[in-house]
């Protein structure tokens, strides 16, 4: 008898242990997508801010009573990420850099399309004597770790013949940076334009009118489970993804508009478009420029220790056909060209 | 006694503290207005005060620790009943001490504040993190003390119960369960100490919009010391507050056992 | 007794055992993700590499130098001020009620003030942990000589000791016990700190290679962490612990008797 209600009674401890951790059910119905959301403002930049300033997918979708939830992540890309591992969002659109280790990582994700374009600034305090790259060494660099300025930071020391070693590393980011900055806490970091223009940093060095490479490719990603569920839900999101994309290609003001709505001024938003085209923008294509840039980027990242193990991303992340399909399906193959490593269009 | 005798006492019996007090509030004072301190680093006590009534009439304040508070209610919640259950079960039974004792000892030996990356990585940053990482941090408390009470519960109330031939469930509701509450209360005293430190941990590793980690560390970030020095002094009541209550709730309870007894 | 005994041992290692084949299991078949819990043969492996890189060895030390420093300074004036506060009524008067107040609050509010006070290097580092190992030493200092029983004090009182002699041979010996308890409960608030600090300031040290590798979904390599410094911890409380029973030894058999 004392035995079978010990028994029962560590039973039972054991379902009430395992019981309370949290489940992880997807909810029904719910379609949650994550961004990297440094500011903290409810609009993405790009065609993605066209997409939600329509409320295309709300449209969309409102029929069969499906909902969009839009999560922006204060953790970034490496948030987003674990949103995605822990259940929480279903979609991300993140960078390089955290779409790669999470990749390299284990975590079970596609990439449905590219979205190219983003821009930074490597910014010192105003009065600071750091002219050029070369200057960094041995000084503290803010450091968003994990994210793609991190990435950029490897590729811009390495140019000039320097490693993460060469510097300190101080892992900050938001508010927290620009305070540390201003301040004279950090010596340098990647930022936005906003705190040139309002006269509390200088800028030595960006990815403006630089090659591509510098630049921030993001993918559109899926966790794997989820398109295995719903396969239709996600070409449905994708066409409608795609739509948004064409408009915001043939709206370049209306698009920049909604753009301003993420806080970056108008100004320093064509400033940093760096007159590429709003087709290149707005070009969903995983072609030679992505393809590339990432393949490049996975031998630098196991170099610099970000990725512990290397992967085939043709095999593990890239998935075509959904794109494929939807572009056949809106007549659009023919709309953006595929670019090259260059970020120039390939010619028939 | 009228109010004047009671302050006079209070004064008396208090005065070197006070004089101490004085003293430290006088040099603060005297820094901050001769500047020998740039209010940048440090604030003034009419600064403090001021930004306290700021926060406390925008609702800030109210709105952060509102939400710390439930962060905790939720986090001690289920730390503490895990915490009590496993304590009852290794406290009654050998079997369920030696197969779990080896395991919470091994996992106590992480320090709570080592969790915080795990727990990121494994709940995000979101309500569930918080909540997981606080309950971690008020369970041991409770499972320790809840054991060590129950084992002390002395031999000759169990004789006692055997000649009654209690059944079991009864011999803990009677006998096991009320002799362990002086023991159960100091450890939730200590839970809630530890919950009270451990959602400020929470908040600066893991920001969320309310809370008042997030305002202190907001207020760090945004180089405003005024507003941190508020929340320092809100957290400080609050953990007084938290061990006063408890310390009381204990020492009743343990006279209580002697007259019992 | 003996069969007893081991048998007993055995029951313990019953529950980690089902756990660690029920993990290894889950994890092998992907029933839970092994990006959120990694199979221990994939720990194994990332602290293998981590170990026969250095970088391991490398934080380690920068994280134990650290809590050495601030275990240092924060328990020897911990240490001071308990010893004053316990032999010295004044000191006991005036400095006590301050004692308190600022005891109530938790360390981890002062982050703020003392990143703004002192930058996020090392000097924050070390003042933060000395912060956290000098309130137990305190109190528990301050306990032990306060609880010297005063029938000690009165046989010391006929012998006419000098203050040295008294302290010596009286005081210090009977508070030892719960001085021994204030540094244990320091060293490990200090280890606890230090991982503390590091998350939130980085630089080298094992919490930052935490928070980095969580960053880089490197789940791996931040649950390495998680068990490097349990043991680390671990050891080092039992370390004090063994100084504690050479030091002590004649204690306990006295209390004994």
């Known amino acids: 008898m004392k035995k079978t209600i010990n028994i029962l009674l560590i039973l039972a401890l054991g379902v009430a242990v395992f019981g309370a951790t949290p489940g992880f059910a997807q909810p029904e119905k719910v379609i949650r997508i994550g961004f990297p959301g440094g500011s903290g403002r409810p609009l993405s930049a790009g065609g993605w801010g066209?997409?939600?300033?329509?409320?295309?997918?709300?449209?969309?979708?409102?029929?069969?009573?499906?909902?969009?939830?839009?999560?922006?992540?204060?953790?970034?890309?490496?948030?987003?990420?674990?949103?995605?591992?822990n259940?929480?969002?279903?979609?991300?659109?993140?960078?390089?850099?955290?779409?790669?280790?999470?990749?390299a990582g284990g975590l079970k994700i596609k990439a449905l399309a590219a979205v190219?374009?983003?821009?930074s600034h490597l910014l010192v305090p105003t009065n600071s004597n750091i002219r050029t790259i070369k200057d960094l060494k041995g000084k503290r660099v803010g450091v968003n770790v994990g994210t793609w300025t991190h990435a950029l930071l490897i590729k811009v020391l390495k140019d000039n013949g320097l490693t993460m070693k060469d510097i300190k590393v101080i892992n900050t980011s938001g508010t927290a940076f620009e305070t540390a900055l201003t301040t004279g806490d950090i010596d340098a970091g990647f930022g936005s334009l906003s705190l040139i223009r309002s006269g509390r940093a200088r800028e030595i060095w960006t990815t403006v009118g630089r090659h591509v490479r510098y630049q921030n490719t993001n993918t559109f990603v899926v966790r794997e489970e989820f398109l295995k569920k719903h396969p239709d839900i996600v070409k449905r999101l994708l066409k409608v993804y795609v739509k948004g994309l064409y408009l915001a290609s043939l709206n370049k003001n209306e698009t920049l508009k909604f753009n301003t709505r993420t806080g970056t001024a108008l100004a320093d938003l064509v400033t940093d478009n760096g007159g590429q085209s709003?087709?290149?923008?707005?070009?969903p294509k995983l072609d030679g420029q992505v393809t590339q840039q990432y393949k490049d980027s996975l031998v630098l990242?196991?170099?610099?220790?970000?990725?512990?193990?290397?992967?085939d991303p043709e095999k593990d992340l890239y998935e075509r056909k959904y794109l494929d399909e939807v572009l056949k399906e809106l007549k659009l193959e023919n709309h953006w060209p595929n670019y090259d490593i260059n970020g120039n269009p390939i010619k028939k | 006694m009228s109010i004047t005798t009671n302050v006079a006492t209070f004064i008396r019996t208090r005065y070197h503290g006070l004089v101490s007090f004085l003293a430290l509030f006088i040099v603060w004072s005297a820094v901050s207005h001769y500047e020998l301190v740039s209010a940048e680093y440090l604030p003034s006590p009419p600064a403090v005060a001021k930004a306290f009534v700021k926060v406390i009439k925008s609702g800030q304040l109210g709105v952060s620790l509102g939400s710390s508070l439930v962060r905790i209610a939720e986090g001690f919640f289920i730390g503490t009943t895990l915490g009590f259950l496993f304590g009852v079960a290794m406290g009654v039974s050998a079997t369920a001490e030696r197969l779990f004792a080896p395991l919470f000892n091994a996992l106590r030996q992480v320090p709570i504040i080592g969790w915080i990356p795990l727990?990121?990585?494994?709940?995000g940053i979101n309500e569930p993190s918080k909540i997981s990482f606080i309950s971690i941090g008020a369970f041991f408390p409770i499972l320790l003390s809840t054991f060590e009470g129950i084992r002390s519960v002395s031999k000759s109330y169990l004789e006692v119960a055997q000649v009654f031939e209690y059944n079991r469930i009864k011999l803990l509701r009677k006998i096991v369960v009320p002799g362990a509450v002086p023991n159960i209360v100091s450890g939730i005293r200590l839970s809630m100490g530890t919950s009270w430190l451990l959602v400020v941990w929470a908040e600066i590793n893991t920001r969320s919009a309310y809370g008042i980690g997030d305002l202190l560390s907001s207020a760090g970030d945004g180089k405003k010391p005024d507003i941190a020095f508020v929340c320092i002094i809100v957290i400080g009541i609050v953990a007084f507050l938290i061990n006063e209550l408890f310390g009381h709730l204990e020492a009743r309870l343990s006279t209580w056992r002697k007259s019992y007894r | 007794m003996k069969i007893q005994l081991l048998k007993n041992k055995l029951t313990g290692l019953i529950i980690p055992l089902v756990l660690y084949v029920a993990w290894d299991l889950l994890s092998r078949y992907e029933l839970v993700p092994s990006t959120l819990m990694p199979p221990p043969k994939v720990l194994f492996e990332t602290w293998w590499v981590m170990?026969?890189?250095?970088?391991?060895?490398?934080n380690m030390k920068m994280s134990l130098l650290r809590v050495g420093a601030g275990f240092l300074v924060g328990a020897s004036s911990g240490f001071l001020l308990g010893t004053a506060m316990g032999l010295w009524k004044p000191v006991e008067q005036y400095l006590n009620p301050v004692f308190n107040f600022f005891r109530q609050v938790p360390v981890v509010a002062w982050i703020p003030f003392l990143l703004l006070w002192l930058g996020i290097d090392e000097w924050f580092k070390i003042v933060f942990i000395s912060c956290g190992a000098f309130i137990p030493m305190t109190l528990k200092t301050y306990d032990g000589i306060k609880n010297v029983p005063a029938s000690y004090l009165e046989v010391v009182r006929v012998f006419e000791y000098g203050w040295f002699r008294l302290l010596r041979t009286v005081i210090v010996p009977s508070a030892l016990p719960s001085i021994f308890t204030g540094l244990r409960l320091s060293l490990s608030e200090a280890w606890m700190l230090v991982i503390g600090a590091e998350l939130v300031a980085a630089g080298e040290g094992i919490g930052n290679v935490m928070v980095i590798a969580r960053r880089l979904f490197q789940t791996d390599v931040v649950l390495v962490g998680v068990i490097v410094i349990a043991i680390t911890g671990f050891a080092m409380d039992r370390l004090l612990g063994l100084l504690e029973t050479r030091f002590l030894g004649w204690h306990r058999t006295q209390n004994a008797q």
Not at chain 1, 87 to 103: E, I, M, T, Y
Not at chain 3, 51 to 58: A, M, R
């Open chain 1, 87 to 103: 259940n929480s969002l279903d979609f991300g659109s993140h960078g390089d850099l955290p779409v790669l280790s999470a990749r």
């Open chain 1, 278 to 283: 709003i087709k290149y923008l707005t070009s």
């Open chain 1, 301 to 311: 990242f196991k170099d610099n220790g970000l990725i512990r193990k290397t992967f």
């Open chain 2, 119 to 123: 727990i990121i990585v494994w709940c």
């Open chain 1, 50 to 85: 066209y997409v939600q300033a329509k409320n295309l997918f709300e449209e969309e979708f409102k029929k069969d009573g499906w909902t969009i939830e839009y999560n922006y992540i204060k953790t970034a890309g490496p948030g987003v990420n674990e949103g995605l591992a």
């Open chain 3, 51 to 58: 170990q026969s890189s250095g970088e391991l060895l490398l």
């Open chain 1, 116 to 119: 190219r374009g983003g821009t």
